[in-house]
């Protein structure tokens, strides 16, 4: 099979290889051709960009001792009086241990509760490196940001969420604070199909003096895509 020239099946193996669901010999054929293919590492470097970030959307959760009582059951693994049942019984349950580890996961995210973000931004520095991401509820009117990566903030600076629309001035969303994290009601100008990008810039603390833009360095910057 060749993929030269086949742009969207290109796109598909690059997307399905960053999720880690292309396996095996159609995993290894598809590293083969990134060795001699420059352009296709490009695009798997930006579905990487796309999509690894999409971790910070799922919180974690304990499961309940109710829960735990329930896999118990499921799975058979009650335990024995005898060592031979003992030794037996381990070995089963190592053998459905990555079953019981998946069935945890499956049913603790089930469980999930709080803000549905339906829009992420991840925004990108000069070297298109993840440095901030920023998620959006629509439909509860919140906006949260926070740091996954990039230069420190000095003590006396700040950073400022801008959203960048096609025409007139930029919009401030709000300032992070001094960890770098910030939640926000979602302004009405901070979504929609004017807004060109999200932008980070650096300015002193409490924000840009100038409300009609930034007056620092703009640090990050990226577009809205739909995550539900």
């Known amino acids: ?17 960053v999720l880690g669901t292309l396996r095996g010999g159609a995993r290894r054929r598809f590293e083969g051709w990134m060795y001699t293919d420059a352009a296709l590492r490009m695009l798997v470097k930006e579905w990487e960009r796309r999509l690894l970030p999409m971790h910070e959307l ?19 693994l009650k335990p024995e009086r005898s060592s031979w049942h003992f030794w037996r019984g381990f070995g089963l349950g190592t053998a459905s241990a990555a079953v019981a580890a998946a069935l945890v996961v499956t049913i603790s995210l089930q469980q999930l509760r709080g803000p549905s973000y339906d829009l992420v931004a991840t ?13 959006a509820d629509t439909s509860k ?15 006396d600076r700040a950073l400022q ?16 604070g001094s960890d770098g994290r910030a939640t926000f009601a979602l302004a009405p100008g901070a979504v929609g199909d004017d807004v060109v990008m999200l932008a980070i810039s650096l300015e002193p603390r409490g924000g840009s003096p100038d409300p009609n833009g930034p007056t620092g360095p703009v640090l990050y910057k990226g577009p809205w895509v739909r995550a539900m």
Do not use: F
């Not at 799922?58 to 058979?76: D, G, K, Y």
């Not at 925004?123 to 998620?135: E, G, H, N």
């Not at 009117?141 to 003590?155: N, T, W, Y």
């Not at 969420?161 to 992070?176: D, T």
């Open 1 to 17: 099979m060749k993929i030269r020239g086949n742009d969207a099946l290109r796109d598909k193996l690059a997307a399905e290889y």
């Open 58 to 76: 799922v919180r974690t959760a304990e499961p309940s001792p109710q829960l735990w009582r329930n896999i118990e059951m499921r799975l058979h």
């Open 123 to 135: 925004l990108t520095d000069q070297q298109a490196q993840p440095a901030l991401l920023v998620k």
């Open 141 to 155: 009117r919140l906006l949260q940001a926070h740091i996954v990566g990039g230069a420190p903030v000095p003590v």
């Open 161 to 176: 969420l801008w959203a960048i629309p096609k025409k007139g001035s930029p919009r401030s969303l709000g300032v992070l």
